[in-house]
């Protein structure tokens, strides 16, 4: 399942690699467009692999174009999104 996060929780896991978010951003794959596009108005999300998954829009189309940031790999970007799952959940729970 999928888990909303904050934009600072995105800084938090990619660490040394947030400043090239926009590298990323940029080179979103459009279905629609079948091609790089930039992806805009996104919201981001956390994978049961702690991979980012960033919902947003084609700048281009306006269609919908999801952009997955591979940080499950890497152990330590890792262990920080785990974190930030376990902190979401704890907090979920406290509010039922
Ligand atoms: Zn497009």
Known sequence: MDIAIEEYDVELIMADQYKNLYILLENSYCSTCRG??????YKPFLNNLNDIILKGFCAECGGKVNRYIET?????????????????A??????K
């Open 36 to 41: 790089a596009s930039t992806i805009v108005d």
């Open 72 to 88: 499950g790999e890497r152990r330590q970007n890792a262990e920080v999104a785990k974190h930030i799952r376990n902190v979401l």
């Open 90 to 95: 704890l907090f979920k729970k406290r509010k």
